[in-house]
Nanobody, 120 residues
């Protein structure tokens, strides 16, 4: 049974930081490209960041320079370090695993999501 479990969300003030984790089981983690998505109320799901099976990364323009995606294959976990958080970063953040490469924004396995709220 494949599971992706996100953690690390919460309430943070503008300008603050959070680190999200997504721990996987039931897959050979090193075979999968990983992505973080977010969805704010009333908005479409947005791709935030991706990381290949290696270390190549991509970011949405809105988070470049503030967010960093990384992975630890020994822990079957992908991380999203978020700094300089803004109110517009408020959303449910979900991780996604796709075999070998990120093909689209619907395939693969998904976690349930973790809420991030940026507010004073």
């Amino acid at each position: 049974q494949v599971q992706l479990v996100e953690s690390g969300g919460g309430l943070v003030q503008p300008g603050g930081s959070l680190r999200l984790s997504c721990t996987t089981s039931g897959i050979i983690f090193s075979f999968y490209a990983m992505g973080w998505y977010r969805q704010a109320p009333g908005k479409q799901r947005e791709l935030v960041a991706t990381i290949t099976r290696g270390t190549s990364t991509t970011y949405a323009d809105s988070v470049k320079g503030r967010f960093t995606i990384s992975r630890d294959n020994a822990k079957n976990t992908v991380y999203l370090q978020m700094t300089s958080l803004k109110s517009e970063d408020t959303a449910v953040y979900s991780c996604n695993a796709q075999l070998d490469t990120m093909r689209d924004q619907i395939s693969g396995y998904w976690g349930q999501g973790t809420q991030v709220t940026v507010s004073s």
